[in-house]
């Protein structure tokens, strides 16, 4: 079973950066989309922001222009740095892996790391 690891949250005041990484436990069979997802307490979980695997990007309109969304060429690791952050960006963030057209089909989600933006 793959597992996808995230890493790099935290706590920081508003205005501030954090580098949130994202890895899977073994090579996964591409090609597939790679995406950051938020929940905050007691909302829905939303995206991020997303990345296809010739490296188009989709941002959230709340993230536009402060995060960024990265990947490490064929691997399955993906990268969210997050500047100018707000308190309203405290939530858990999960990583997710999916491949939805073709053979072995896949739709794997981290298990989250908490980001908390003090005010």
């Known amino acids: 079973q793959v597992q996808l690891v995230e890493s790099g949250g935290g706590l920081v005041q508003t205005g501030g950066s954090l580098r949130l990484s994202c890895a899977a436990s073994?090579?996964?069979?591409?090609?597939?989309?790679m995406g950051w997802y938020r929940q905050a307490p007691g909302k829905q979980r939303e995206l991020v922001a997303i990345?296809?695997?010739?490296?188009?990007?989709n941002y959230a309109d709340s993230v536009k222009g402060r995060f960024t969304i990265s990947r490490e060429g064929a691997k399955t690791t993906v990268y969210l740095q997050m500047n100018s952050l707000k308190p309203e960006d405290t939530a858990v963030y999960y990583c997710?892996?999916?491949?939805?057209?073709?053979?072995?089909?896949?739709?794997?989600w981290g298990h989250g790391t908490q980001v908390t933006v003090s005010s």
């Open positions: 997710r892996c999916v491949k939805d057209s073709g053979w072995s089909q896949y739709d794997y």
């Open positions: 073994r090579t996964i069979i591409g090609p597939n989309r």
């Open positions: 990345i296809t695997p010739g490296g188009i990007t």
